[in-house]
């Protein structure tokens, strides 16, 4: 009877070593679980914030190919943009857009916010309000977050209009009474956080964490004012 419970006794010994490994083995492989749902929580997160981002990126290009051609209709024609084209190369600064062209001496012009923004009523974009203890915050056109944003609208590639647009009167031999012209409008919207200015330059914050879209629109409009 002894000597059966001293053989149980070590048995037992020797099986607390094991039962010490499964049990580090199981808590080892729960954390392992654990900082895998976390890590993937946390990709989920960040994935959805840059597809937020990159929508609103989106929106606001078209947005501001939209603000482009109201400036143009609101003009009636490319008067406007032909004298600012004449008077920046009678300055000797002729305006340089971003699309390769084999013309020494390019038809380009700008759209920029600041342009824009003085010939509006009001703001293009509305920034977040912060609360206070009796006020709640207010999202702006971008939501809560502090987002820094640009555009760019660049009119590009005149060149005569060889018919008048669909529901335009023609002339009896065919061809166009008002002489039209198409242009290339290339717009670049641009997004980016702008808590992150304060880590490095802005150019920097950009390049890592912003996100651009584009797009293009071919008009066909008066050449000159009626």
């Not at 981002?53 to 078209?62: F, K, N, S, V």
């Not at 669909?166 to 290339?184: F, H, L, Q």
Request: aromatic fraction near 6%; proline fraction near 8%.
């Amino acid at each position: 009877m002894v000597n059966a419970r001293i053989a149980r006794s070590h048995r037992r010994a020797g099986e607390r070593g094991a039962a010490v490994f499964v049990v580090v083995l199981v808590i080892t492989m729960l954390t392992a679980i654990g900082l895998f749902a976390a890590r993937a929580a946390t990709l989920s997160t960040v994935a959805s914030g840059h597809e937020r981002q990159m929508t609103q990126t989106q929106y606001l290009t078209e947005y501001a190919l939209s603000l482009a051609l109201a400036e143009l209709e609101r003009a009636g024609s490319l008067n406007e943009v032909d004298a600012a084209v004449f008077h920046s190369r009678l300055a000797g600064s002729p305006p340089q857009c971003s699309t390769p062209s084999l013309d020494s001496t390019p038809y380009c012009f700008s759209f920029l916010p600041q342009t824009l923004d003085h010939k509006a009523t009001e703001d293009l974009l509305d920034p977040p309000a912060p609360g206070d203890a009796s006020t709640p915050a207010a999202p702006g056109s971008l939501g809560h977050a502090d987002i820094g944003w640009s555009f760019r609208v660049e009119l590009a590639d005149k060149t005569n209009a060889m018919t008048s647009p669909p529901g335009m009167p023609e002339s009896p031999d065919g061809g166009p009474t008002i002489k039209y012209c198409t242009v290339t409008l290339n717009a670049r919207g641009l997004l980016w956080p702008k808590a992150l200015d304060a880590m490095g330059s802005q150019e920097l914050t950009i390049a890592r964490a912003g996100s651009q879209a584009s797009l293009s629109a071919y008009v066909t409009l008066p050449c000159t004012a009626r």
